[in-house]
Each structure stands twice: as structure tokens, then as C-alpha cells.
């Protein structure tokens, strides 16, 4: 595929494929979507029939039952009123939205049958903190490629509910296939296949967390309403969700490596849900993140909105930046747990080296089948479509405002 020309290009599919909605809504072609959290809840809850209310509550708290509840109402508010989404990003928000209330039913339905599953008891994990774009994905599938750990793959952070007919591979292999044809470039910005490591980001999903939806839409109140809330709820269900995949793939045993530049923000509340994990801290010059980061989101944000603000968005990846550089230094110094810290740099200079160093500090062996699984990974993402994002970004300058 072609380097984007701008960091608001999008592909004619993407052009059509909203006007057709847009038209088919006006003229009554197809019913408008709505966003309303009421209307939400009723369509998904009627497949579930009058055990929605009970699949609601099984396994969590009144607390955590209310958070999500809270947050659906505040995001949809947010998305109707500040986003100004185009049709497709319409129909997207309310997919995503309407995939977020049925993976939570449906997680109640197995937990109310199999009370056991989200109180699994699991290894200590691995977890990666840093920034977006600070080389979090390189550390993490480098530790996943160790044979001594566990990993999430793409289908399971996606749909992370298990079934005993089992095709999440399929259903993730088909979610990324028309993720492509919308756009084409999400390869160079962050490689992904159905069946590879991935990032928790669809746990955190699950839970309402910003994450996911701010670097899709423009969502602001909803931003400073989640971070200003207590993200005990959002952890307490991800680590459910964690359990009860680790128990379905019989990987409980041995340590998940995980990732989501999100923990960086919400680190007081990881370390409080997993007191016992093993930290590497992925570093790299703030300046670079930025520019990444920039071209990351106005990606995602330019293929649901036709008003997207380059300066805002700037604007905003700084201070994202810097309230997780906040966060993580008031969360660090009360935490004593193993830790190691990976530079950028350093590791794209001697991977090896610097994995040696990280093993050392986490009191982990560094076996000779770890350091093939990682020579292997090494090997096969050299041609990845990765290396040419930050000839894209450099292309970018100098930057148009607005789209």
C-alpha cells in the first residue's frame, strides 16, 4: 500500500461507503442508529431475554455495575453532542457501543453459569508500561515470544468471550479484513493478525474505558470525566476477563505478558489489582512520541469525522502525554515489586543486549529457547509495513491544520 499523503487521507471506500449511509438514513432506506444508552441496552438486552438484568450483575459488584452504566450514559452523551461523527463513524460508534453492552452480558451469562472462571488464580504477570509509540509493541511481543510466558492474541482482546465452539480466530481475522479496506495504512501504524500478540485494548473496551474511544472521536468531556473517576471498576473487570481467558486456554500457569499504553495512566489501579507483576518501563524521547502518536490518532479520527482538527489533536497527545507521565511518578515510588526500564534506542541497537539486562532485573532467566523464540520475531517483523510510518510522518511536515 501507498504511504499516506496526509495525516487526514482516507480512502474513497471509506467517502462512500458514509455518503451511502447518510443518503440511505435520509430517505428511510435503512433505519438511523441511535446512540441513546436506553435504546443501546434495550436492543442488545432483548436477546437476552429476562435473564438480562440477572447476566448484568453476576460476578461484580454493585460498584462495578453502576460504573459501566455511568460511563455508557457519559460517553454516548458525549459522542451525540462533541464528536460530530460522520455517517460511517455514526454506524461505528454504535457497533462498538452495542459489541461493549453484549460482551458484558454475555460475560455475566458465563460467570452466573461458571462462578469459578473470573476468580482464576493466575502466575504473576508481565506488564509493559510506557507511552504510545514508545517501542511498547517491540518490548511486548519480544517477552511474549519467550515459551516460559503467556500472551493475548488479537482475537481474544476483540472478543474475549469464550465459547465451546470456538471462532474467534475467524471473527478477528474478518474484523481486520474490512478494517483494511476502510483503511488501508493501519499495517504501517501497528501490524496485527487474527492469531498474533496483541495489546489488552479490547478488555479495556469491554469496561468503557477512554482508551479506546478517545483516540477514535473527539471526546473530551468524556476524557476529563474518566480521568478524573476511579478506574478500580474498569481493572477489577479486566482482570475477569483476564482470568477467565487464561483458564479457558489453560494458560494460567504461566506469566501473561501484557500491554496497554493506557496502564501508563491508570498505573495506581493496575499495581493495585496485580500487586505482584514484574514491570519493564519502555522509554523513548518525548518528541518522537508525539509526532507518532499525532499521525496514530488523526488515522482513526479522520475515517469517522469530516471535521477533524490537526492543531486540536496536537493539542491533545500533549497533554495526554504529560498526565501519564504524571501518573506514573506519583504510582512508582509506593510501588516495590520488580522492575526493569528498556530505551528505545538502545533496544533498536542491540535488542539482545538490552533483553539480557531487562531479564536480569525482573529475576527472570534469559533460557537459549527465549532467545531464538526472540531472534525469530525479530526476523519476521523486518519486513513489516511498520518501518515506513516514520518516513510518513516526516512526510507530514509541514502540517495542515484542519481537514
Given at each position: ?100 453492552i ?28 510506557g ?10 511481543r ?69 482508551s ?72 523513548r ?34 497533554r ?10 506519583s ?50 517483523s ?22
Amino acid at each position: 500500500m501507498r504511504p499516506r499523503a496526509h495525516p487526514f487521507e482516507r480512502t474513497k471506500l471509506a467517502d462512500r461507503a458514509s455518503a451511502f449511509l447518510g443518503k440511505a438514513w435520509a430517505k428511510g432506506w435503512l433505519p438511523a442508529v441511535s446512540l441513546n444508552p436506553d435504546d443501546l441496552w434495550g436492543i442488545v438486552a432483548k436477546s437476552f431475554g429476562d435473564k438480562a438484568a440477572l447476566f448484568e450483575t453476576a460476578g461484580r459488584s454493585d460498584e462495578d455495575v453502576a460504573d459501566f452504566r455511568q460511563r455508557l450514559s457519559k460517553l454516548t452523551h458525549t459522542v451525540e453532542h462533541e464528536a460530530q461523527l460522520n455517517p460511517l463513524g455514526r454506524a461505528m460508534a454504535y457497533g462498538q457501543l452495542s459489541r461493549a453492552i453484549k460482551q458484558r452480558l454475555q460475560f455475566g451469562q458465563l460467570w452466573a453459569d461458571h462462578p469459578a472462571l473470573p476468580k482464576t488464580e493466575i502466575a504473576a504477570p508481565i506488564i509493559v508500561i510506557g507511552h504510545m509509540r514508545s517501542g511498547t509493541t517491540r518490548i511486548h511481543r519480544l517477552l511474549a515470544a519467550d515459551p516460559a510466558h503467556s500472551a493475548t492474541r488479537f482475537c481474544d482482546s476483540w472478543h474475549p468471550v469464550p465459547s465451546r465452539f470456538d471462532a474467534r480466530l475467524l471473527r478477528g481475522g474478518l474484523n481486520l479484513t474490512i478494517a483494511r479496506w476502510l483503511n488501508p495504512w493501519i499495517d504501517a501504524l501497528h501490524p496485527m493478525r487474527s492469531g498474533r500478540v496483541e495489546e489488552e485494548l479490547g478488555w479495556l473496551a469491554c469496561a468503557l474505558n477512554h482508551s479506546t474511544y478517545e483516540t477514535q472521536w473527539r471526546v473530551p468531556s468524556f476524557s476529563a470525566f474518566s480521568e478524573a473517576r476511579d478506574a478500580a471498576p474498569v481493572y477489577r473487570e479486566f482482570a475477569r476477563i483476564l482470568r477467565t481467558d487464561a483458564a479457558h486456554r489453560r494458560i494460567a500457569a504461566k506469566p501473561r505478558v501484557m500491554k496497554v499504553p493506557q496502564f501508563s495512566e491508570d498505573l495506581a489501579a493496575v499495581l493495585t489489582q496485580f500487586p505482584n507483576a514484574r514491570l519493564v518501563i519502555a522509554q523513548r524521547e518525548s518528541e518522537d512520541i508525539l509526532n507518532s502518536a499525532v499521525s496514530v490518532v488523526a488515522n482513526q479520527m479522520t475515517i469517522q469525522s469530516d471535521t477533524c482538527d490537526l492543531d486540536w489533536i496536537t493539542a491533545e497527545c500533549q497533554r495526554k502525554l504529560a498526565l501519564r507521565d504524571l501518573r506514573m511518578q506519583s504510582a512508582l515510588p509506593g510501588w516495590n515489586g520488580r522492575a526493569a526500564q528498556l530505551q528505545f534506542d538502545a533496544l533498536n541497537a542491540d535488542w539482545e543486549s538490552a533483553m539480557e539486562v531487562a531479564y536480569s532485573e525482573l529475576d527472570l532467566e534469559f533460557s537459549q529457547p527465549a532467545r531464538a523464540a526472540m531472534q525469530r520475531e525479530i526476523a519476521a517483523s523486518e519486513g513489516s509495513d511498520h518501518h515506513s510510518h516514520a518516513d510518513q510522518i516526516e512526510r507530514f511536515a509541514p502540517r495542515s491544520s484542519a481537514r
